[in-house]
């Protein structure tokens, strides 16, 4: 939905606010015309309902005011001395229009002083309820959202079984464009495995479908940073075209929102307006090898020849703590390991070679972006290609057009048609292109074992989500299995071994509670 579309609907809405209240507005004291002005109405509103004025707010931030409005009506019509349960269950089931049955059928009188205290212990334990779930939604949606680490891509800096907190506020938190979605879950229900917001994935009627019709234009709220090169950045897969995200056609229009394709977490080795390059399986920017934060630990597949010996299981699991690795019949192991790892490992007498695997230059892999055979690109040695920066311009043509194609059709939303050699956007012959936004260029640390941008380019800045700063939780085996107590509570980036905060944190935690009982007591006596 555009932005005149949205404002259409809101004026839609006002309007019925307008038709449903303004006899209550009167009854109230007010004027008629007050409950025809928006904005000012939902102020007027919260003074008739002995509420805050700072409720206004909430009603226009998405997603929450989706409970914020359950709350209005059952507010309001108590405010004229409808409060029985019966008259509660009515005005949400029929979304509110039960309140034009009290404004032209009945003869109620409106209660100026009424008490804000609920009439009972389960209307008090609603209430709290209520409120409790508006102000996790506002965090989770704007500030911070917690985030569990599901594959070793970012291997080593990053674990699986890492419970993040990511901050919104970082990078400016994006306002969702669904609109319609339970909160605080992402694409899927838990247990009941359904889609956990309305959208209609039929490629073919994507754009005429209603419900699509009520997505949010993309919008950010101003954020106080931007992406740093080699930050770790949760995003959303950009390829996310089919329930597996394994299984992708990169041709292939969205089946989801923006902001409910799946979550993933790289980091970014390359920014808007860099040139990459991945020369034997290391980054280049600009022609210069990049150098990563001494936290990060990439890693690659070695060959690893013991002649037939076998490597100790204490070296292999608790020292280099490797993951991966298998016996080969010639009395070889392939193992995943950091540069460092496998200078140490090839110190050992029992190791009588190692060599890192490196996929030579020229030896093309049709999967990986752009999907041009002929570039002879492969995950070790790439590129080098132009990363988009907003308000830059590119040739187009036949040989620029495979990487760019994506970004100009499907990110930016353009019209593109290519007849013979000639090039159309929107109509219109182009042999250039400006950049809407910027791009961003993400990848694991376990280089030869991560589905990164390698496969599917690049992503957009719409398509950010945040920056993890904090693990707070750490679990190797299952959650609530094999504790890793010195995770807990340690910070994403920096530099130097990370030190953990969880006894400070425990402390105050403690503390409080401590302090909560004693001003009970207190207050007792």
């Not at 100790?312 to 490797?322: A, G, R």
């Not at 995950?379 to 760019?404: H, M, R």
């Amino acid at each position: 939905m555009t932005a005149i579309q949205w404002l259409i609907f809101i004026l839609i809405i006002q309007v019925i606010h307008f038709l449903g209240t303004w006899k209550l507005y009167v009854k109230a004291g007010r004027q008629v015309w007050e409950a025809a002005i928006p904005i000012y109405n939902a102020i007027v509103l919260m003074k008739i309902i002995n509420r805050s004025k700072w409720w206004v707010i909430l009603l226009f931030i998405p997603i929450v005011n989706l409970f914020m409005f359950p709350v209005i009506w059952i507010e309001t019509i108590r405010s004229f001395g409808k409060k029985s349960r019966l008259d509660s269950a009515l005005v949400i089931l029929t979304l509110g229009f039960y309140i034009y049955y009290i404004n032209y059928f009945t003869d109620v009188e409106y209660i100026k002083d009424r008490s804000l205290k609920p009439n009972s212990a389960f209307g008090d334990w609603v209430s709290s309820i209520a409120f409790a779930i508006i102000a996790a939604t506002t965090v989770h949606t704007y500030i911070m959202q917690p985030y569990t680490i599901p594959s070793s891509s970012l291997e080593k800096s990053l674990l699986i079984g890492d419970f993040l907190f990511v901050s919104k506020f970082h990078y400016g938190a994006r306002v969702p464009m669904t609109t319609v979605a339970l909160p605080m879950v992402h694409d899927t229900i838990p247990v009941l495995n359904k889609k956990s917001y309305l959208f209609s994935d039929n490629f073919e009627k994507k754009e005429t479908s209603w419900l699509n019709k009520l997505q949010l234009p993309y919008m950010r709220i101003p954020g106080f940073q931007k992406i740093k090169r080699n930050e770790i950045v949760v995003f959303n897969q950009p390829a996310d075209t089919l329930l597996d995200m394994n299984d992708f056609q990169p041709d292939r229009n969205y089946y989801k929102p923006i902001d409910k394709k799946t979550n993933l977490v790289k980091r970014c080795v390359g920014i808007a307006g860099d040139s990459l390059s991945i020369v034997n399986g290391y980054v280049h920017i600009n022609g210069k090898r990049t150098e990563l934060p001494d936290r990060a630990k990439p890693q690659w597949y070695f060959d690893v020849n013991t002649e037939g010996k076998s490597l100790s299981e204490n070296l292999l699991v608790n020292k280099l703590k490797v993951r991966e690795g298998g016996r080969l019949q010639d009395g070889n192991y392939v193992l995943n390991l950091t540069d460092e790892d496998a200078a140490k490992l090839s110190r050992k007498p029992s190791v009588k070679g190692i060599k890192k695997r490196i996929t030579p230059k020229g030896q093309g892999e049709s999967a990986l972006f752009p999907h041009v055979d002929n570039l002879g690109w492969n995950g070790d040695n790439y590129g080098p290609l132009y990363i988009p920066k907003k308000g830059a311009t590119v040739k187009l043509d036949k040989e620029s057009l495979p990487f760019y194609k994506r970004v100009i059709s499907e990110y930016e939303r353009n019209n593109l048609t290519v007849n013979g050699d000639e090039i159309y956007i929107n109509g219109q012959l182009a042999t250039d292109y400006t950049f809407k936004q910027d791009y961003y260029w993400m990848m694991g640390d376990n280089r030869q074992n991560s589905l990164d941008a390698r496969y599917w380019g690049f992503v957009p800045f719409d398509h950010v989500v945040g920056k993890p700063v904090l693990i707070w939780m750490s679990y190797d085996g299952g959650i609530f299995r094999n504790p890793r107590w010195e995770r807990f509570f340690t910070t994403v980036h920096g530099e130097g071994v990370a030190t953990s905060y969880r006894y400070l944190v425990f402390g105050i935690v403690i503390g409080w509670i401590v302090y909560s009982n004693f001003r009970k007591k207190k207050k007792k006596a």
